[in-house]
């Protein structure tokens, strides 16, 4: 099986480049921003242009950037390549677009390929169906290193989505709160809340909190090496490879729906 790596020469991609080596799969090459300054991992062979990347996989892993997210799905669709889609921030029109070129090519879309933040997604789930909003506030705070460029983590927003999922609703129906500073008035029922915290080189921590009038209980998650997600993300791409087109989830590739 021939996979390729967009953005090879990013803390990802060069992680994904070993793994694909590890898994004992071939490289058939990434891709650097054009105009980008960095270097691709010591033998990878650097392809021009997206257009060629996805000419000569069979599936291609994406962590770049969500701007990139709709043109690499499309092309996924257009020359018949599974994508296994990493990239965080995707808003939802993008997220959308994503979903519709999934009809014509098989695509993992994950905000987080670690098998236990997916287990965590299920347990925030199962916690908010027993857990009434009205009583218990869900809130969310994440930490990641100082380079990421957008908030909340979509690990996060899952973990939101989740939540709400558990109560029978959606996270725009839920509502909410993010960024309180100043005279924000009191906490609106039922809202969802999130904070970023943004230091050093933090891989990733999430935490989930419901808090009630008399009890807290907190769910947290903490990554300690990208390999987590690199392992999960070629597990992925051995996974979509051969299967219909769709939108699929980490949970897909783990079996756990
Ligand atoms: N779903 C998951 O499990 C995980 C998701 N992520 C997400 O993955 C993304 C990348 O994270 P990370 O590796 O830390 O970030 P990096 O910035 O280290 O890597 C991204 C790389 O993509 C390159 N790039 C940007 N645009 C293009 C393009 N058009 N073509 C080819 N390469 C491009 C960048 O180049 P340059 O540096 O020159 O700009 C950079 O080298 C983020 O959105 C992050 O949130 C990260 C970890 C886990
Ligand atoms: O940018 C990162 O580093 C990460 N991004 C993903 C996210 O936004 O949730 C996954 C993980 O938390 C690391």
Same mark, same amino acid.
């Given at each position: 099986?021939?996979?390729?790596?967009?953005?090879?020469?990013?803390?990802?991609?060069?992680?994904?480049?070993?793994?694909?080596?590890?898994?004992?799969?071939?490289?058939?090459?990434?891709?650097?921003?054009?105009?980008?300054?960095?270097?691709?991992?010591?033998?990878?062979?650097?392809?021009?242009?997206?257009?060629?990347?996805?000419?000569?996989?069979?599936?291609?892993?994406?962590?770049?950037?969500?701007?990139?997210?709709? @043109?690499? &799905?499309?092309?996924? /669709? %257009?020359?018949?390549?599974?994508? *296994?889609? $990493?990239?965080?921030? #995707?808003?939802? =029109?993008?997220?959308?677009?994503?979903?519709?070129?999934?009809?014509?090519?098989?695509?993992?879309?994950?905000?987080?390929?670690?098998?236990?933040?997916?287990?965590?997604?299920?347990?925030?789930?199962?916690?908010?169906?027993?857990?009434?909003?009205?009583?218990?506030?869900?809130?969310?705070?994440?930490?990641?290193?100082?380079?990421?460029?957008?908030?909340?983590?979509?690990?996060?927003?899952?973990?939101?989505?989740?939540?709400?999922?558990?109560?029978?609703?959606?996270?725009?129906?839920?509502?909410?709160?993010?960024?309180?500073?100043?005279?924000?008035?009191?906490?609106? @029922?039922? &809202?969802?809340?999130? /904070? %970023?915290?943004?230091?050093?080189? *933090?891989? $990733?921590?999430?935490? #989930?909190?419901? =808090?009630?009038?008399?009890?807290?209980?907190?769910?947290?998650?903490?990554?300690?090496?990208?390999?987590?997600?690199?392992?999960?993300?070629?597990?992925?791409?051995?996974?979509?490879?051969?299967?219909?087109?769709?939108?699929?989830?980490?949970?897909?590739?783990?079996?756990?729906?």
């Amino acid at each position: 099986m021939r996979i390729g790596i967009a953005g090879i020469a990013g803390r990802m991609g060069r992680l994904l480049a070993e793994e694909v080596a590890l898994a004992g799969l071939v490289l058939a090459g990434g891709t650097l921003r054009p105009g980008s300054a960095k270097a691709a991992p010591d033998g990878a062979i650097v392809l021009p242009d997206s257009a060629a990347l996805f000419a000569a996989s069979d599936v291609v892993i994406d962590f770049t950037q969500a701007a990139e997210a709709v @043109p690499h &799905a499309r092309l996924a /669709a %257009a020359q018949g390549c599974a994508l *296994v889609l $990493g990239s965080s921030g #995707l808003d939802a =029109a993008q997220e959308a677009a994503v979903a519709e070129a999934a009809a014509r090519a098989p695509v993992v879309y994950a905000a987080n390929f670690a098998p236990g933040v997916n287990l965590v997604l299920a347990l925030a789930e199962r916690m908010a169906a027993a857990l009434p909003g009205a009583q218990y506030d869900a809130e969310i705070v994440e930490m990641h290193h100082r380079q990421k460029v957008d908030a909340p983590s979509g690990t996060a927003v899952a973990m939101g989505r989740a939540v709400a999922a558990g109560r029978g609703t959606t996270l725009e129906e839920a509502g909410i709160e993010s960024g309180r500073d100043g005279h924000t008035g009191p906490r609106k @029922p039922g &809202a969802i809340g999130f /904070a %970023a915290l943004r230091g050093g080189q *933090v891989v $990733g921590e999430h935490t #989930l909190v419901f =808090a009630a009038a008399n009890e807290h209980i907190a769910l947290t998650h903490r990554s300690f090496d990208r390999r987590a997600y690199a392992t999960g993300a070629v597990r992925a791409a051995q996974w979509v490879r051969g299967r219909a087109p769709g939108l699929y989830s980490m949970m897909d590739v783990l079996g756990m729906r």
